[in-house]
């Protein structure tokens, strides 16, 4: 049929297999051998048809990387037609995670069926997409369309026994033989003359949608969406399926899909997806290099950062050991794990009995005999260096050869903690971020004598307690943290000249930021940043740098803890509000130190604030503390709240244009002093060649 499906008559059933490993994307050779064999079937003796995929899952989604090219026939809406039109009835036999596309062609089929382990789901609004093959049309006649508003800008797949309670999947299929079912299920079909179930048949009661449905979900999103238009385009679409004919909806959502597909909000979402993929992988060890087994591990320090990091192990399934410095502060960190299961639970997303297997699976003690037999430490005490490299040595004398030493330190040297122990190759960082339980980065940190197989066992390990690993060579505040200095700085700079703190977290609120640095920094309180910047000997000194969080901490203003920094929080809501009392504070200070104050355009707003942290990325590159600019995209997005539909960091720059990122940062340097705008050698050059991040990272090639 094509070089990646096959048909065969199995007795009076015809079977289309669709094999285009490794998740079988719809690519053109996929549709030309689905659309070929469906043809074929017409003719033969075959009284149904089943379609089924090879190897790990159904159909798991359109070719992603073939959009933005020019598209090749046959395209999939025709593909679709043809099954519908089909004179035998098709039947989707699903497996793994029917997505996307996948799913949309499992639509168009008369029947489906499914083994209890697969998934069906629309996630195109992940990719800045809405579903593009009719998916838009066909759910809301099957669900109603508040199911499929939430399934659709939702994104996330719904197990085979719901969707069949949805009456998405029409048969669950026991076994997990899924061809041989299909094809009994299809006999039986046969047998009992089942009707040609079209879905575009069954029409929508417009009366069963509230007037106000359309407009207040469109509200609602929006405010959820940050700035991307997806979720509203989905809206419209199902507004399309409930006031327009079938044919006429699909041609809407058809108008809206290519809107979408290419919005620059698409583009950059799609760029993360493969990133997080690409981040996953160390360009110089071989893909089946042998992981070592991790099924205990312990966690020393309980506090903030260990209990998270300890549930994300009970999570799925591993026995955590902590290790504290008392029975007293086992206690806490144990009743702050609780605490925490506890939200989850009375959120309704957990089961009591699920928290209680959790909790039982992590034990405390306070003496390392107990964790000789971990097969992974990972260290999360106190950030103080000395401590750090006592611990390893205690460590090296209490752990089993072999046993994986990992440090959670946010700017130590793992280098030299490592040398702190006989067995350098076994030490590793694994820094997560705040709330380790929540937040999805864990950056890797390759010391100078890691071994490869340390390597590969801990991005495995990361990936199964579902984080995305990036990897960063040691360096002072490795990748994310590095970058931060810049962004930070700025964002206090910009009072001084002329900017209210809610300017400034405003224009950075707009661009799609969660949370501005300001208001940022008082959430995690001015005073970290205070004793960090004491410990510090190697900052300019400069009256201006930092001014106004140095003063409003000696002023008692630490930031939300206490009810005020650079905002006066509500005690009660803890919402956030401008005080006038630090606008005038920063007005008098500006006098003070002759700054002259101005009006500053949001887009200077964003170039101050972001130019530093795509200057410190290229200089991160450059050095090799990241293994490509996409990987710096990847802890941008997912360990500081970056908006994916600007694609991180590196990838906002390429869209701007390096040219005029470079100009900017030059005009900056004149402006404001090369001590903090020097721009990096390798932004000079890519600018000079009209080259881009990407580029860069292509001309490197993958692993
Ligand atoms: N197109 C192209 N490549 C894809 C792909 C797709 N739809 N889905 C996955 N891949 C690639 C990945 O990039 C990866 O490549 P690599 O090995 O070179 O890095 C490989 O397949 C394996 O993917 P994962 O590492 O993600 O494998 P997992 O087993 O962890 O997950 C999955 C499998 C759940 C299918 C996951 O890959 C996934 O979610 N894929 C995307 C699904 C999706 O978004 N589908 C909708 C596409 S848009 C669409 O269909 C539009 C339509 O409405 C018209
Ligand atoms: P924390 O102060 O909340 O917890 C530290 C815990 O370590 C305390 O419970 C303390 O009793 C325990 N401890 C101290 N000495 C010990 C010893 N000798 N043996 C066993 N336990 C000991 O600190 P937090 O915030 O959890 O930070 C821990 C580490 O994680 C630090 O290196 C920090 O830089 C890093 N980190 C912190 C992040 C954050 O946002 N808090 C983010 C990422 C990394």
């Known amino acids: 049929m094509s070089e990646v499906v096959s048909y065969e008559l199995r007795e009076n059933i015809g079977v289309i297999s669709v094999n285009n490993p490794p998740v079988n994307a719809l690519a053109q050779v996929v549709r030309e051998g689905i659309l070929n064999a469906v043809n074929t079937a017409q003719d033969d003796a075959s009284e149904a048809i089943v379609l089924a995929c090879e190897g790990r899952t159904f159909i798991a989604g359109a070719d992603i990387t073939e959009f933005g090219k020019p598209p090749k026939d046959p395209w999939l809406p025709e593909v679709l037609t043809a099954i519908e039109n089909s004179s035998k009835p098709v039947i989707a036999a699903i497996h793994g995670t029917a997505l996307g596309g996948g799913f949309e062609v499992a639509l168009a089929c008369h029947y489906r069926c499914a083994v209890a382990t697969a998934k069906v789901g629309l996630p ?311 709330p380790a339980n929540v937040m999805k980065l864990l950056e890797v940190v390759r010391g100078e004598k890691t071994a490869d197989d340390v390597l590969a066992t801990v991005m495995q390990v990361g990936k199964k307690i579902g984080k995305v690993c990036a990897l960063s060579r040691v360096c002072y505040g490795f990748i994310g943290n590095r970058m931060l200095g810049g962004y930070g700085r700025e964002a206090q700079m910009l009072l001084l000249d002329g900017c209210t703190p809610a300017q400034v977290d405003g224009a950075l609120e707009g661009f799609g930021m969660a949370m501005g640095p300001l208001a940022m920094s008082d959430l995690a309180g001015l005073d970290v940043g205070y004793k960090a910047r004491q410990a510090r000997t190697d900052l300019p000194d400069d009256p201006k740098l930092y001014r106004m969080g140095t003063l409003l901490v000696e002023m008692g203003r630490h930031g939300q803890k206490t009810g005020s920094g650079f905002y006066k929080y509500d005690p009660e809501t803890r919402k956030r509000m401008s005080d006038p009392e630090v606008e005038a ?81 030059c005009e900056f340097r004149d402006r404001y002093g090369e001590q903090y705008w020097s721009p990096a050698p390798l932004l000079k050059e890519l600018a000079e060649a009209g080259k881009t991040f990407a580029e860069w990272d292509r001309e490197r090639g993958t692993a």
Do not use: W
Not at 165 to 193: F, P
Not at 256 to 282: D, G, N, T, W, Y
Not at 350 to 356: H, V, W
């Open 124 to 434: 195109e609004v992940k990719l800045g997409l809405l579903p593009g093959a009719g998916g838009t049309q066909r759910v809301p006649r099957i669900t109603g369309v508040k199911a499929a508003l939430d399934m659709i800008t939702g994104g996330n797949p719904v197990p085979a026994g719901k969707a069949n309670e949805m009456g998405l999947v029409d048969e669950l299929l026991a076994g997990d033989d899924v061809v041989g079912s299909a094809i009994q299920y299809a006999k039986n079909l046969v047998e009992s003359g089942a009707p040609l179930k079209c879905i575009r048949d069954i029409s929508i009661d417009p009366s069963t949608v509230e007037s106000d449905f359309f407009d207040s979900a469109r509200k609602q999103l929006a405010r959820r969406a940050r700035g991307q238009i997806a979720q509203d385009r989905i809206v419209s679409c199902l507004e399309a399926a409930v006031k327009l004919p079938f044919d006429e909806g699909l041609e809407r959502e058809r108008e809206l899909f290519k809107e979408l597909v290419s919005s620059p909000e698409s583009a950059s979402m799609r760029h993360i997806f493969f990133a997080e993929r690409q981040a996953a992988k160390i360009k110089d060890l071989p893909r089946d290099i042998a992981k070592r087994p991790i099924e205990k591990v312990a966690i020393l320090g309980g506090g903030t950062m260990g209990g998270g990091i300890a549930m994300c192990f009970a999570n799925v399934g591993i026995p955590v050991v902590l290790l504290e410095i008392s029975d007293e502060a086992l206690e806490r960190g144990n009743s702050i794990i609780r605490k925490n299961y506890n939200i989850t639970v009375q959120k309704g997303k957990m089961t009591e009995d699920k928290m209680e297997q959790r909790i039982a699976l992590i034990s405390g003690t306070t003496s390392y005999d107990d964790i000789g037999d971990v097969d992974l430490v990972i260290e999360a005490v106190f950030e103080n260096l000395d401590l750090k490299k006592e611990i390893f040595g205690k460590l090296d004398a209490a752990c089993k050869p072999g046993a994986i030493l990992a440090t959670n330190t946010s700017y130590q040297d793992v280098d030299a903690i490592a040398a702190a122990t006989s067995r350098p190759e076994d030490v590793v960082g694994m820094h997560f971020f705040s």
């Open 585 to 665: 504070l920063i007005k008098e200070e500006a006098g003070k130190l002759e700054v002259e104050q101005s009006e500053v355009s949001n887009e200077e707003i964003l170039a101050r604030c972001f130019y530093p942290l795509i200057n410190e990325g290229a200089k991160i590159l450059e050095e090799g503390i990241a293994q490509r600019a996409s990987d710096i995209d990847v802890v941008y997005i997912y360990g500081y709240a970056f908006p994916v539909a600007k694609g991180g960091p590196m990838h906002y720059a390429d869209s701007v244009g390096l040219k005029n990122v470079y100009d900017k940062i």
